[in-house]
Each structure stands twice: as structure tokens, then as C-alpha cells.
């Protein structure tokens, strides 16, 4: 009994393990599919003029509010 289920874990891996996963090529015809390449994944455009002054400002707005607003949270009248 216990040589039946071993055979049949093995069967059972080496059937996976022979399972070919195989990708399609992209076809640029589809409404879902972007283009391809450096700078094209992301939602903005890096290469604008003032991107590193809005870039930081953002960031610093995003980390500086929380700390903000508990400092205003704090010092408010009650």
C-alpha cells in the first residue's frame, strides 16, 4: 500500500515537473497592450522640465503631513 502511493506521488511530480508553460508573443493589435521599454510602465513623465522639484515636493508633502497633522491634532484647543 505504501509502494502504490509512493509510485503514484511520483507519477504525480513528474507530471508537473513535465508540464511546459510556454508565452505567446504580445500582440500590438490589442487595446490592452502599452508599449514596451525604459520610462513607458510608469504613470508620468520623468523627463519634463521641473520633474525633480514636483518629484520632491510630493514626497515630502506625503511623509510631512501625518507629522502635521498630529502636531496640529496635539496643539489644538480641546
Given at each position: 500500500?505504501?509502494?502504490?502511493?509512493?509510485?503514484?506521488?511520483?507519477?504525480?511530480?513528474s507530471q508537473?515537473?513535465?508540464?511546459?508553460?510556454?508565452?505567446?508573443?504580445?500582440?500590438?493589435?490589442?487595446?490592452?497592450?502599452?508599449?514596451?521599454?525604459?520610462?513607458?510602465?510608469?504613470?508620468f513623465n520623468?523627463?519634463?522640465?521641473?520633474?525633480?522639484?514636483?518629484?520632491?515636493?510630493?514626497?515630502?508633502?506625503?511623509?510631512?503631513?501625518?507629522?502635521?497633522?498630529?502636531?496640529?491634532?496635539?496643539?489644538?484647543?480641546?
Amino acid at each position: 500500500m505504501l509502494a502504490r502511493s509512493a509510485a503514484r506521488a511520483t507519477s504525480m511530480t513528474s507530471q508537473v515537473a513535465r508540464r511546459g508553460f510556454h508565452t505567446t508573443r504580445a500582440q500590438m493589435s490589442s487595446p490592452y497592450h502599452y508599449p514596451e521599454g525604459p520610462r513607458s510602465n510608469i504613470p508620468f513623465n520623468p523627463l519634463t522640465k521641473f520633474f525633480a522639484v514636483r518629484y520632491w515636493t510630493f514626497m515630502a508633502v506625503g511623509f510631512g503631513a501625518p507629522f502635521g497633522i498630529a502636531a496640529w491634532q496635539t496643539y489644538k484647543n480641546q
